[in-house]
């Protein structure tokens, strides 16, 4: 049974750091991209960014929001994808989800973590 | 740029059947989709891909009245014989070589 299970999520002060981990169990975790999706409360999904695959350089992505104070990496040795968020804004407040990539589109999810930037 | 439109709203009866959209930019109408289900205070759920030709493969567990479809630039998400627990939060998502792209999502109440 694939599952992703996150943690590191909770309450920050802006500008301050967090780093919060997706541990998986179930798959070839060294298989497949890994992303990161949030959501602020009340609204949708956002994405956030991508590590891909070795196979296919390991290599990251991320949405213009958040490029440039949040960065995306794997330990395949592990199971295990971070995502490490700097520069906090208020605005970064939502529940982080981590979710199994597969040709483009997300086929699995984990329960997600809340992450809440205030002072 | 790429971009998703959902309706932000739908509703249908107990037992029947709802058939929710989802939108691509101008130029993308080629582009494949998939459907994600998110039930109130959980996680999303995967429900299936979408290419345009209409082809779908479904994920893990998912019910056979859960169908999707295309028209164009149009995907569709087709719930029949709706229950209680289809009352939920529907997001479809697209991508492109360096970018994943969601909706703003349809809330489906189930009357």
């Known amino acids: 049974e694939v599952q992703l299970v996150e943690s590191g999520g909770g309450l920050v002060q802006p500008g301050r750091s967090l780093r919060l981990s997706c541990t998986t169990s179930?798959?070839?975790?060294?298989?497949?991209?890994m992303s990161w999706v949030r959501q602020a409360p009340g609204k949708g999904l956002e994405w956030v960014g991508f590590?891909?695959?070795?196979?296919?350089?390991?290599?990251?992505e991320y949405a213009a929001s958040v490029k440039g104070r949040f960065t995306i990496s794997r330990d395949d040795s592990k199971s295990i994808a971070y995502l490490q968020m700097n520069s906090l804004k208020t605005e970064d407040t939502a529940v982080y989800y981590c979710?199994?990539?597969?040709?483009?589109?997300?086929?699995?999810w984990g329960q997600g973590t809340l992450v809440t930037v205030s002072s | 740029q790429l971009v998703l439109t959902q309706s932000p709203s739908a509703s249908a009866s107990l037992g029947a059947s709802v058939k929710l959209t989802c939108t691509l930019s101008?130029?993308?109408?080629?582009?494949?989709i998939a459907w994600h289900q998110q039930q109130p205070e959980k996680g999303p759920r995967y429900l299936m891909n979408?290419?345009?030709?209409?082809?779908?493969s479904k994920g893990d567990g998912i019910p056979d009245r859960f169908s999707g479809s295309s028209s164009g630039a149009e995907r569709y998400l087709t719930i029949s014989s709706l229950q209680s627990e289809d009352e939920a939060d529907y997001y479809c998502?697209?991508?492109?070589?360096?970018?994943?792209?969601f909706g703003g999502g349809t809330k489906l109440t189930v009357l």
């Open positions: 179930g798959f070839t975790f060294g298989d497949y991209a």
């Open positions: 590590i891909r695959s070795k196979d296919y350089g390991g290599t990251t």
């Open positions: 979408l290419s345009s030709d209409g082809s779908h």
């Open positions: 998502q697209t991508w492109d070589t360096d970018i994943r792209v």
């Open positions: 979710s199994r990539g597969f040709s483009g589109y997300e086929d699995y």
């Open positions: 101008s130029g993308h109408s080629s582009y494949a």
